[in-house]
């Protein structure tokens, strides 16, 4: 009888125990995994290529419109005020070309694929995966 009451003891007792353990480790591994940098894969090639080029042609864009806008004949026999409404033509056609572009590349930015997050701490290793559906 005597050590049926300490069996039961010592299991009471080493659950209570481990318990605190487990709870204190996987508060630990929850920490641990919140302050690793998330893992993402490449943006797609299509998107962000496009939104690059879209940049780009939207800057030449506007500075082609600032030279237009300080030339007084814009290279053309045309009055001075058709030269500032062709210039302001350009800036706005150049910043609606790079807002798409900026618009396109945080589209690829979004549609990056998330890696698994490996990592290897003392007496653990942890894989992460993200799911989305």
């Given at each position: 009888?005597?050590?049926?009451?300490?069996?039961?003891?010592?299991?009471?007792?080493?659950?209570?125990?481990?318990?605190?353990g487990?709870?204190?480790?996987?508060?630990?591994?929850?920490?641990?995994?919140?302050?690793?940098?998330?893992?993402?894969?490449?943006?797609?090639?299509?998107?962000?290529?496009?939104?690059?080029?879209?940049?780009?042609?939207?800057?030449?864009?506007?500075?082609?419109?600032?030279?237009?806008k300080?030339?007084?004949?814009?290279?053309?026999?045309?009055?001075?005020?058709d030269?500032?409404?062709?210039?302001?033509?350009?800036?706005?056609?150049?910043?609606?070309?790079?807002?798409?572009?900026?618009?396109?590349?945080?589209?690829?930015?979004?549609?990056?694929?998330?890696?698994?997050?490996?990592?290897?701490?003392?007496?653990?290793v942890s894989?992460?995966?993200?799911?989305?559906?």
């Amino acid at each position: 009888m005597k050590l049926l009451a300490v069996a039961a003891m010592l299991a009471f007792t080493a659950n209570t125990v481990f318990a605190g353990g487990l709870r204190d480790s996987a508060r630990a591994a929850a920490t641990a995994a919140a302050q690793q940098p998330e893992h993402r894969g490449p943006m797609p090639a299509g998107l962000k290529w496009t939104g690059i080029g879209l940049l780009i042609g939207g800057g030449v864009t506007v500075l082609l419109g600032a030279a237009v806008k300080n030339d007084d004949s814009c290279g053309y026999s045309i009055s001075s005020s058709d030269c500032d409404a062709l210039g302001t033509g350009f800036y706005v056609f150049g910043a609606a070309l790079a807002g798409t572009g900026a618009a396109l590349l945080g589209v690829a930015n979004a549609k990056r694929e998330h890696l698994p997050s490996i990592s290897v701490q003392r007496g653990r290793v942890s894989i992460r995966q993200r799911f989305s559906f």
